[in-house]
């Protein structure tokens, strides 16, 4: 089998992926860093991001100030070092991006102008139009280019991790283009895949969210920290799913109900548009099941409006959201308020590292919503993620440069040789080869609809449990599920078939983690357990890979200076 | 119940040498557009199908198809956009077809990298001495040009680009002059060898096609115009001022 | 694609008007001037005069936005570069006529 050698194989082409690359051959030039992304970067699920990202920049605003919204927003789960960490390292991130040419909008003083945003007492959610995410991922991209050691495999698909004696040595990919299984041998290796959004029905997400990383990290034995806490967004298009930004809110934006009323006045008195994302997407359902939402062909929604905003600040400030509406549900938001309800946008859980990026396991790091430091605790505050991409992305990249130049080259003789070929075996002999059984797509589509049903916004004992059954008889499914596709050149439904299995063991560690947290805490909201649980559950779950059902443990949360009280805005 | 019919091009380098049209019935509704057809036909009727698509919000720029001729997003063509209910789906032309509708984007790639689009500067201060500073207006001269999400439809629908495959290109150039425009960069003597030269701007007649199938609003041949203007402007300053100047 | 096709045309009424100096040249003036009074030349000239201006206005607005004007505080709109061409187009054509045929 052909194989390949670096220093460091990336795997992920985002925000932090590309992040971390660029922090490592900054920090050690010498060092051949390999980026290895299933898409073609630019494609990287951070291009949708709209609102902006976080810093402490003004002298208007401090550090605390920053880490208190984000302690406070995570429900007090998040480990408070982390967040420390972050805020202040947000600022350096944010201007070393503004240096490599991020078109950021700009105030009167020519300095990067910023926006409120929900659960921030300042503005400090730094801004391009409403498109950051697009613009950052196109400035690292670009700026990766000038660095001859960062090179790319583009369009190959991570299939496993290579373990050999407690220490990552690589991975084994598919290049998509061929359909050939090529393994790429590195001394250390970073996962910044993202998040796993595809498990549900309803998502921001684009098609590429399967959790590929989550899933590589928890089979080689890392566990998956906090899966149960799923960020619901308020404002997604009905149907389509497409994200409306905070940012519409941020500028001024009301969520109405059908009597025209700011119905969340009897929910977040106290930030109202601006509060956090889990209470208001709880508002928005309940006032939906309390009969004040509208029917549509696609469900429930309540209104989201700009139309007192004026076509000026619409054409200035969220042109996208102009855009997206116009387009996809024929609405001039200038005029009519735009449809919107509550759906999947990120994970707060992921693979478990420390501040460094480092997972625990020799040779393996993560960065970015794929890992959970946890600086986002049960809930995010929205445009605190692009900046994790980068703080954590450079530290991950940093940390992996520092291990692998203190290693040799692992060889490609046995172990590792053989667990390649086993998974050759794995992917061709076996999952290619079966001729009858499911289609792949129908297994998928149950797990959406299962998971969307019975890990949504509202879970009790029994929707978990169920939960977990039915992830469970999914899997079995899987076994007998077929690939139409027989091709080598270019197999998507290979990879959807991958990527489907990949989901599946991610999907498994949310109820299971859900239902052993019998309280309500920030995103994960439990009607049998409506209270949060200090004494109990002030820790972070722990999933481990089991072959089966995750084993679950539980972790100390870190407090530092805040103490947990009672979080209402 | 609604149908549409959607006739794709199928191409298995496996299976046979030629591409060849393969038609598909899809439920109709006036809110879906050609993506859902596609992923529709791919869950339920042929798994075989092969595209690229991500984001579905047409930010990503992976969908880029020939839909009844013209270069477009599929996730951003609605099925009510087009000429009755046969809707020909093919490859972006003027790319080699890897399979079915996924086209080897190689070429577009290498230039990507060939215009250097990162900022040059003779001196780069540290971010803690806090951002460059950049006035509104300043912004504005780049800013539509950074719009880009490198969709390749502008290449697609480019005469010039389909007949001589080492044209620079619309989005390139854009991208260029994006950054030749940014007033943080300093690199213009760097990429103004680089477009000017004989396969770089000079090549396009203006024929402007690139900017109408453009779904951003990049406006690349505007892009490419004003790079000939400084081109021009900036040879003629070197004959009057050969050690002037620059 | 239209402005592509106008060279088409100027191309055409090139050849048709090369041939026509041709006869005029070698002592023919009244063959050139029944040419150029054949009905069906002058809906070509007419046509081709129509494809010519479409070309000149989209050239003259393409102008605007390439090299747009700064004069103070104010920056110049591609209209106003198509108006002000147009405006010399008439002139100059005027002159021109004014010079060869009205004098």
Redesign the interface.
């Known amino acids: 089998m052909e194989h390949h050698n670096h220093d460091i194989v990336i795997v992920g082409g985002g925000a932090a992926g590309i992040r971390a690359a660029i922090a490592a051959v900054e920090l050690e030039p010498k060092l051949d860093v390999a980026i290895v992304s299933k898409v073609y970067p630019m494609r990287s699920h951070t291009v949708s991001a709209e609102g902006g990202m976080a810093a402490v920049l003004r002298d208007y605003d401090s550090f605390d100030s920053h880490a208190y919204d984000t302690i406070k927003g995570s429900d007090f789960l998040a480990d408070q070092d982390a967040v420390e960490f972050f805020v202040k390292e947000a600022p350096r991130e944010a201007i070393q991006l503004e240096h490599w040419g991020c078109p950021f909008s700009r105030d009167p003083d020519r300095r990067i102008s910023s926006r409120a945003f929900g659960g921030m007492t300042v503005k400090r959610t730094l801004f391009a139009t409403d498109k950051i995410g697009f613009h950052l991922l196109h400035t690292l991209f670009q700026t990766s280019l000038k660095y001859e050691n960062i090179r790319r495999y583009d369009e190959w698909f991570v299939t496993s991790l290579l373990v050999d004696n407690g220490r990552v040595d690589g991975v084994t990919a598919i290049e998509i283009r061929t359909g050939e299984l090529v393994t790429i041998l590195g001394k250390a290796v970073i996962i910044a895949t993202g998040g796993c959004g595809r498990i549900f029905q309803f998502t921001t997400n684009g098609w590429i969210k399967t959790g590929d990383g989550m899933a590589l990290a928890y089979r080689a034995g890392v566990p998956l920290k906090d899966m149960e806490m799923v960020q619901y967004h308020p404002t997604l298009l009905p149907n389509t799913g497409i994200l409306i930004t905070e940012a519409a809110r941020g500028e001024g934006g009301h969520l109405l109900n059908r009597d025209g009323e700011r119905f969340l006045k009897r929910y977040v008195p106290g930030k109202m548009e601006l509060g956090p994302r889990d209470i208001l997407s709880r508002a928005e359902m309940s006032e939906i099941s309390a009969g004040r939402g509208f029917d549509g062909p696609y469900g429930s929604y309540v209104h989201l409006d700009l139309t007192h905003l004026g076509e000026e600040v619409i054409e200035t400030k969220l042109p996208f959201v102009k855009e997206l509406a116009e387009r996809y549900v024929g609405i001039d938001p200038a005029h009519e308020p735009i449809p919107v309800r509550p759906g999947q946008h990120y994970m707060m859980g992921g693979v478990h590292t420390d501040i460094h990026g480092f997972t625990g396991l020799p040779g393996l790091y993560a960065a970015g919503e794929v890992a959970c430091v946890s600086m986002n605790g049960a809930n995010r505050l929205g445009s605190n993620s692009l900046t994790e991409c980068l703080v954590f992305g450079a530290e991950a990249g940093k940390a992996a440069a520092r291990f692998a130049l203190r290693q040799n080259d692992p060889g490609f003789g046995n172990p590792v040789q053989g667990l390649a070929m086993a998974e050759e075996t794995r992917i061709f002999d076996q999952l290619l080869k079966h001729e009858q059984g499911e289609r792949v797509s129908s297994i998928r589509t149950d797990m959406q609809v299962a998971m969307e049903k019975h890990v949504g916004i509202y879970r009790d004992e029994n929707t978990l449990k169920e939960s977990c059954r039915e992830v469970g008889e999914l899997k079995q499914r899987l076994k007998n599920g077929i690939v139409e596709d027989k091709d080598h050149v270019y197999n998507t439904e290979l990879v959807a078939a991958l990527e489907l299995d990949f989901m599946l063991d991610v999907a498994e560690t949310i109820p299971y983690s859900a239902v052993q947290r019998q309280e309500s805490r920030g995103a994960h909201y439990r009607t049998d357990f409506t209270k949060r649980d200090d004494t109990r559950f002030l820790k972070h779950s722990m999933a481990y890979w089991n072959r089966g059902p995750p084993r679950i443990e539980y972790s100390p949360v870190t407090i530092t200076r805040w103490k947990p009280e009672e979080r209402v805005y | 119940m609604d149908t549409a019919t959607i006739r794709v091009t199928r191409y298995r380098p496996e299976k046979g040498p030629e591409p060849f049209f393969q038609e598909y019935k899809v439920p109709y509704r006036n809110d879906m557009v050609v993506l859902d057809a596609l992923n529709y036909i791919k869950a339920n009727l042929d798994g075989t199908l092969t595209y690229r698509w991500s984001c579905r919000m047409g930010v990503c720029g992976s969908c880029g198809a020939s839909v009844d001729g013209t270069p477009k997003l599929t996730c951003a063509s609605f099925l009510h956009e087009f000429k009755g209910r046969t809707i020909t789906v093919e490859p972006l032309p003027n790319f080699p077809i890897i399979k079915d509708l996924v086209v080897n984007m190689e070429d577009f790639m290498q230039k990507l990298v060939k215009v250097k689009p990162w900022i040059i500067r003779e001196k780069e201060t540290p971010p803690e001495q806090g951002e460059y500073k950049q006035s509104a207006e300043e912004l504005e001269r780049y800013q539509q040009f950074s719009s880009c999400i490198n969709c390749m439809l502008c290449y697609s629908a480019c005469p010039i680009y389909g007949l001589n495959e080492k044209f620079l290109g619309p989005a390139a150039t854009a991208l260029a002059y994006r950054y030749i425009e940014d007033s943080r960069d300093q690199g213009k003597n760097v990429r103004f060898p680089i477009v000017h030269e004989m396969e770089g701007v000079w090549e396009c007649t203006l024929v402007g096609e690139c900017s109408v199938v453009c779904p951003k609003g990049v406006d690349p041949m505007l892009a490419i115009q004003k790079t000939k203007i400084l081109g021009a402007t900036n040879a003629i300053r070197s004959i009057l001022m050969p050690r002037g100047g620059r | ?1 239209i ?2 096709w106008t060279s088409l045309f100027v191309a055409l009424f090139s050849l048709v008007y090369i041939y026509g100096l041709s006869l005029w040249v070698t002592g023919s003036r009244s063959a050139f001037l029944n040419l150029l009074k054949n009905p069906a030349m002058i809906a070509f000239s007419f046509i081709a005069l129509i494809f010519t201006l479409y070309h000149a206005v989209t050239w003259f607005y ?1 102008l605007g ?3 747009p004007m700064k004069i103070g505080k104010t920056t110049s709109k591609p209209w106003q570069a198509l108006a002000v061409n147009l405006v010399l187009l008439i002139v100059v054509s005027y002159l021109v006529i004014w010079l060869l045929v009205l004098r």
């Open positions: 694609m402005r592509e393409l936005q390439v090299v």
